[in-house]
């Protein structure tokens, strides 16, 4: 895969759609296997890349900061899972501003993140979501 994005980035084609959603996978893969700061590096080079070709504010840069969080909140690092997961909720929530099941559906997403980490951070992740609606 490192070969891939490789030569995804040496032809400039780190910003397609196509590679955003393998790269994030990538990246969950590469927390699973115990590797979780390579996977949060290569999200934070694939979110530089989406803010410089497209935005800081489309669905493909709330969906890597989404991961971000979902692999801080992995490692118990509640304070950055905090921080991405707020940058991903602000963002769909101006997208999906006629779309509240949208926004609340995401919601229960992350809440399903809960068997994942222990009770005690989904509780406290439950406060921060809930203090959100």
């Known amino acids: ?39 949060i590096s290569e999200l934070q080079k694939l979110s530089g890349i989406i803010k410089e070709y497209h935005s800081d504010h489309c669905l493909d840069y709330a969906k890597v900061q989404e991961t971000l969080g979902t692999i801080y909140l992995m490692t118990a690092n509640l304070p950055q899972a905090k921080t991405h997961f707020k940058r991903a909720f602000k963002i769909y929530e101006k997208i999906w501003t006629d779309e509240p099941e949208m926004i609340e559906a995401k919601y229960q997403e992350i809440q399903e993140l809960y068997p994942q980490v222990g009770f005690f951070l989904g509780q406290q992740l439950s406060d921060f979501l809930t203090k959100q609606t």
């Open 1 to 39: 895969m490192e070969k891939s994005i490789s030569l995804l980035d040496q032809f400039n084609l780190l910003h397609i759609n196509d590679s955003i959603p393998q790269i994030a996978n990538y990246a969950m893969f590469l927390t699973e296997q115990q590797e979780p700061e390579r996977g």
